[in-house]
């Protein structure tokens, strides 16, 4: 079964023609390979095709330029973190009169990729961020929270055979992947740490607490944050603060990812034992946060949570232009109004407040506040305008 990724397909495509240079950034095995012969298949010109986890293509592009020159059309370069020079050869490349040949460059870590684009191809490249199934790609919401949005986790013919998947991706992950990209962390201090994090899921960051609890510096566990990080199987959302008279909280929230990969983490088999664990409410959270972003197409540095030492919290808050927008998660089918959603509707001057819960029912709360199901998510957000 494939299910067609058509915004992304057509946002790739756009940039296509508007820059020399594409890079489709995203998760290991999240479909960025899948997309990219989606879009050589109907290309128009000649593709041509550089899988560098491919010894015989490494050995191909050993002079890259002697390859790559001659060629015509769009340039695919799969994995491209492994040819780490060839950034400067494409900058070469990309400023050629005429244009003769366009590159789609994948990658999986997003770091030192960016670093060395920006360095060396800046204003000639674009970037196109592929994460793993939404709720406008599937319609399951429940499939789509429980296994997580990897394709082949979310497609498995069983739960166990998702979570067999889910397992696998840990471990290759932390074995093979991470390795290759030059980490020298122990592959068992990065499960414990990873571990950690899945029940620190949906809360502030705190790098004492974590480095107490590896007997390390609290510098050396960010590293080790910034690490998965970089690998799109952690999300920090930063925090918003601004000269109000409220003490505001400084520290990102940390997510894991995929929902999928949080409950793999967490040991958790079926949605029996999801809805029974103390995080499942954390797991929701995550979880439609990261729907609401997609939904909104939203960058990163338009998200934020917000939150004061009196407690009053926001779990979302999206930046558009001048106007702000606040989403609460509730795992609850009715929520109410409390005093923490008055504080951050007056504090933060929110144009619109909802309420996002796990009932049927939509109904409004107080002015510009809304209680609004999941499931009509899709249905309700409108993406932001892409730049």
């Known amino acids: 079964m494939s299910i067609p990724r058509k915004h992304h397909l057509a946002r790739v495509r756009l940039l296509l023609d508007e820059f020399p240079v594409v890079a489709l950034l995203g998760a290991r ?13 109907a290309h128009r010109d000649p593709v041509a095709w550089f899988d560098l986890e491919d010894p015989a293509d490494l050995a191909r592009l050993q002079d890259p330029g002697l390859e790559l020159r001659p060629l015509r059309g769009l340039v695919i370069l799969d994995e491209i973190h492994r040819l780490p020079g060839i950034f400067q050869l494409l900058r ?24 060395q684009t920006s360095e060396s191809l800046a204003g000639r490249v674009a970037f196109h961020h592929l994460d793993g199934f939404d709720l406008t790609e599937v319609d399951d919401t429940e499939r789509l929270w429980l296994r997580g949005g990897f394709p082949r986790s979310y497609l498995a013919r069983s739960d166990a055979a998702s979570r067999r998947w889910r397992d696998g991706f840990v471990q290759t992950l932390l074995a093979r992947d991470l390795p290759d990209l030059g980490s020298t962390i122990p592959r068992e201090t990065l499960r414990r740490f990873w571990t950690m994090l899945a029940h620190w899921h949906g809360q502030l960051w705190n790098g004492a607490e974590f480095g107490r609890a590896f007997g390390v510096s609290h510098t050396t566990v960010r590293r080790y944050l910034d690490l998965l990080t970089s690998v799109f199987v952690v999300r920090q959302l930063q925090p918003w603060f601004e000269n109000i008279r409220k003490r505001q909280v400084r520290s990102p929230k940390v997510y894991i990812a995929d929902s999928g990969l949080l409950h ?15 995080k499942v409410g954390a797991s929701w959270e995550g979880f439609v946060i990261q729907q609401i972003v997609r939904l909104l197409r939203a960058p990163a540095q338009q998200c934020f949570h917000w939150s004061t030492h009196a407690g009053a919290e926001l779990d979302l808050l999206v930046m ?6 606040g989403f609460e998660v509730k795992r609850s089918e009715a929520p109410r109004l409390t005093k923490s959603m008055r504080s ?44």
């Open 264 to 278: 793999a983490l967490l040991g958790l088999a079926n949605r029996t034992d999801v809805v029974s664990h103390p």
């Open 92 to 115: 070469v490349l990309a400023d050629r009169p005429g244009l003769p040949a366009r590159f789609l460059v994948l990658g999986s870590a997003s770091t030192d990729l960016l670093r």
């Open 344 to 387: 951050a509707l007056e504090t933060l001057r929110l144009d619109r407040l909802d309420v996002v819960h796990a009932g049927t029912e939509r109904y409004r709360l107080a002015p510009r506040v809304r209680a609004l199901p999941a499931g009509e998510l899709v249905g309700t957000l409108r993406a932001l305008p892409e730049g």
């Open 29 to 41: 095995q999240v479909g960025k390979t899948t997309l990219a012969r989606q879009l050589a298949t």
């Open 320 to 325: 558009a232009g001048s106007r702000r927008y």
